[in-house]
């Protein structure tokens, strides 16, 4: 049973930043996509940011464009998403999960691509 154990989040001021990380159990992670989703108070859950099994390629969300950053460490099984410039609408839970499928030709954007989940960490931006 694959597990991913997220760390980092917390409440911080706008404008400044953030790191979350995502810790994937197995040995298979490098042929994993793995994506970074989130969930605004309620309001349904929005793709972030998504990176290939190689990390040549990444895609993320028109809303963070510019201002995260998600990168691979393959050889210690993590995922980490960067957010600066933090905005009051970057709250909510963030999630990372790992595609279903090994090898794919495109980053997945859309939650059933993914086939494991983060247990989810919460993210709160004062204004």
């Known amino acids: 049973q694959v597990q991913l154990v997220q760390s980092g989040g917390g409440l911080v001021q706008a404008g400044t930043s953030l790191r979350l990380s995502c810790a994937v159990s197995g040995r298979t992670f490098s042929n994993y996509a793995m994506g970074w989703f989130r969930q605004p108070p309620g309001l349904g859950q929005e793709f972030v940011a998504g990176i290939s099994w190689s990390g040549d390629n990444t895609y993320y969300g028109d809303s963070v464009k510019g201002r995260f950053t998600i990168s691979r460490d393959n050889i210690h099984n993590t995922v980490h998403l960067q957010m600066n410039s933090l905005k009051p609408e970057d709250s909510g839970v963030y999630y990372c999960?790992?595609?279903?499928?090994?090898?794919?030709?495109?980053?997945?954007?859309?939650?059933?691509?993914?086939?494991?989940w983060g247990q989810g960490t919460q993210v709160t931006i004062s204004s």
């Open positions: 999960a790992k595609d279903r499928l090994a090898f794919r030709t495109v980053v997945p954007t859309t939650p059933s691509d993914f086939g494991s």
